[in-house]
């Protein structure tokens, strides 16, 4: 395998030989300068890894950042700062959003294993590959998928932290298409919306759903159902009724229905919303408020929209365990839910720590990859016999410890 490339910005000199020698200590072929002036005729597209320092004279490291966004680098960064704690998360945070990778920051001064441990985060990217999903659906595929009724429903799994047992699912939107392969929901939603589509592809999504619920039940499998709602069906008075009705037509109870709505929806016509969303509540179903943490006027909306639960945004949970502000905000967001009368769900948990680390918390529920992916519904029964294995011998493990 290829040397791999770093380069080390920082106006100190004796700290940017100390961050070149550990670094050359674990093999990296590294180059560094101490003048950020010096750093674009230094800068090349094969670098790896860039180490560098935030508080610099003449430009500083969020000028750097910038110059590697408009040159569209490919290198995992590291923040360095002797000074404040927030302004590197914030640097790592802009970094995030401008699609560039960040291995991770360091508070000066700071020990050489604690920059051994995050270089030894990075992984070398992958050559790019030809992908068969190349372009994007168009809007004639889109109608042509409807029609022939290529969308179908995954169900994840969403489980009890305190005794593992698993109370519902969340209903998710999939496309497979017979060339362009499995088509995110981020890559047609926007589409149906855009295009008047969205309502077919809702009524779907509603009925399937809540057919299935019927189903399960019938089957004896009692799982409460997720259902994300566009805010351009909001519109839509007689929504409550309608779904009432189905569910009634499914033998389903609606308090065994959650619809859920991101913040951000709520934000273009709250008075409209709160009509639609306070009927629903009335005819008993359950209101999320999803991606709780990501808009702008979250807690205004917690008081103003009769919800019932809080699902925290999987951007904070992901890092969970390596961001104290992630870990804080989702902290403050299960005690702020459990002091309005509300339960907390948490989606994204990608490993156990991060459930423990919940767990401990207070949070109520969660899901993730940790536990179970997005699967068709004829998989939810072989599912649940894996998960109630899994579940009794952390159970039989967790009791043995004691």
């Known amino acids: 395998m290829a040397t791999q490339k770093l380069f080390v910005l920082d106006d100190e000199p004796d700290f940017t030989e100390f961050v070149a020698d550990v670094a050359e200590g674990m093999a990296f072929d590294v180059s560094f300068t101490s003048n950020p002036l010096d750093f674009a005729r230094r800068y090349s597209s094969d670098i790896d890894i860039i180490v560098l320092d935030l508080f610099m004279p003449i430009l500083d490291g969020i000028e750097i950042l910038r110059f590697l966004v408009d040159n569209s680098s490919s290198a995992s960064l590291i923040f360095m700062s002797g000074k404040d704690k927030g302004v590197l998360h914030s640097a790592q945070e802009l970094a995030f959003e401008q699609g560039m990778a960040v291995l991770g920051v360091l508070q000066k001064p700071f020990r050489a294993n604690e920059l051994e441990a995050l270089l030894s985060t990075f992984v070398p990217k992958a050559p790019a590959q030809s992908s068969q999903y190349a372009e994007p659906p168009t809007l004639d595929e889109l109608r042509e998928a409807i029609d022939n009724e290529d969308l179908f429903l995954a169900y994840q799994p969403q489980i009890n932290m305190s005794d593992r047992s698993v109370v519902g699912v969340e209903a998710l939107i999939r496309w497979h298409h017979p060339c362009k392969g499995n088509i995110a ?132 949970i992901q890092k969970l365990l390596t961001d104290q502000e992630c870990k804080t905000i989702t902290e403050i967001s299960i005690s702020l839910a459990h002091k309005l009368g509300m339960h907390v769900v948490a989606e994204g948990i990608e490993e156990e720590a991060i459930w423990d680390t919940l767990r401990e918390l207070g949070c109520d529920e969660g899901q993730g990859y940790w536990m179970g992916e997005p699967m068709p519904a004829e998989k939810i029964n072989t599912w649940l016999s894996s998960w109630s294995g899994k579940s009794f011998a952390a159970q039989k493990i967790n009791t043995s410890v004691k």
């Open 185 to 316: 929901p981020n890559h047609f939603i926007p589409l149906a919306e855009k295009n008047g589509l969205i309502s077919d592809i809702s009524q779907y999504v509603n009925q399937a759903a809540i057919r299935q619920q019927g189903e399960w039940k019938a089957q004896g499998i009692d799982l409460r159902m997720s259902i994300n709602v566009s805010p351009q069906i909001l519109n839509d008075l007689d929504m409550p009724e309608k779904l009432a009705r189905y569910a009634k037509e499914m033998g389903v109870d609606t308090s065994d229905i959650v619809i859920e709505v991101t913040e951000t929806a709520l934000m273009s016509d709250i008075v409209h919303y709160m009509d639609i969303l306070t009927r629903l509540r009335m005819k008993g179903f359950n209101l999320s408020i999803d991606d709780f943490g990501t808009g702008y006027s979250s807690l205004q909306q917690l008081v103003r929209v009769p919800f019932t639960e809080l699902k925290i945004d999987l951007a904070f």
